[in-house]
């Protein structure tokens, strides 16, 4: 039996292309990008750099390990000198055990921060101190620690107030802060190589030429991506996890590596 297709005429495409597209937009914000992870490479340098820093923020584990051991394994693949982490590892203390375990796995010392998530879940910041510890790096709570031979200076904000710490750069080393959220930048007093901060999930959904439909709060004008400020360049990381719903719609999770 001879079956005949209708001709596709250009109308007939755009008309179908129309009806498919909500559902193809819908499968990607849903099942694609949450664990469609991008490493994203910033130069902070005109010369040949001479560190390798990777940064991530805003994990959320809820339990999705395969999930995570992936970025470690994607980490370690790119031997950075050190990881620094700027919040949000859990939502429920329940996950926390398995989240610190699959950290410790990262092959560079790891600095972080805690996020506004990690304050509401209870969590014991001396687990995270130790865990971190296991790595070579550290929990910072207004603390600063050194990194790659003492050649970098890691600063973490503990962000329980509405200005950070005035923690203090020093002379002779690359300067990294620490921060979860981007608007704190703006009150930083101090001038530092390089800001890193979290919490805005990039919005999660981003329209384009529109932007990210919600933010949460202490967000800005700070999206994601880089800014210069007057304290030096900040960099907001849209995360690697997800609130409330697992979607994500031209906003990737990302891996960010900085050659400085």
């Known amino acids: 039996m001879n079956v005949r297709f209708p001709k596709l005429t250009r109308r007939r495409f755009l008309f179908l292309a129309a009806l498919a597209s909500p559902g193809l937009v819908w499968a990607d914000a849903r099942w ?3 664990n469609w992870v991008k490493v994203r490479t910033v130069k902070l340098t005109d010369g040949k750099p001479s560190h390798r820093i990777i940064h991530i923020t805003d994990i959320h584990h809820k339990g999705n390990r395969a999930y995570l051991e ?22 429920m203390t329940a996950f926390l055990p398995e989240a610190l375990r699959t950290l410790e796995k990262i092959k560079s010392p790891v600095y972080g921060v805690p996020g506004n998530h990690d304050y509401w879940s209870k969590a014991a910041f001396a687990d995270f101190s130790c865990s971190f510890a296991r790595t070579g790096g ?14 970098i200076l890691i600063s973490g904000a503990a962000c329980k107030r509405g200005a950070p710490a005035p923690l203090a750069p020093r002379e002779g080393a690359k300067n990294i ?4 959220y981007p608007l704190m930048a703006e ?4 001038n530092f190589d390089l800001m890193l901060a979290g919490h805005s999930h990039g919005g999660q959904v981003r329209i384009p030429f529109y932007g990210a439909l919600v933010l949460p709060y202490w967000v800005g004008r700070y999206e994601m991506g880089l800014f210069r400020l007057p304290a030096g360049p900040l960099y907001v990381n849209p995360g690697l996890g997800w609130m409330t719903t697992p979607i994500r719609l031209n906003c990737r999770p990302e891996i960010t590596v900085f050659e400085i």
């Open 70 to 91: 992936s970025v470690v394994r994607t980490i370690n693949s790119l031997s950075p000198d050190a990881v620094c982490f700027t919040g949000d590892l859990i939502e």
């Open 138 to 151: 550290a929990w910072l709570m207004d603390e600063q620690a050194t990194a790659a031979d003492g050649k």
């Open 177 to 180: 802060l620490l921060l979860h």
């Open 32 to 34: 694609a990008e949450p």
């Open 187 to 190: 009150r930083v007093k101090n």
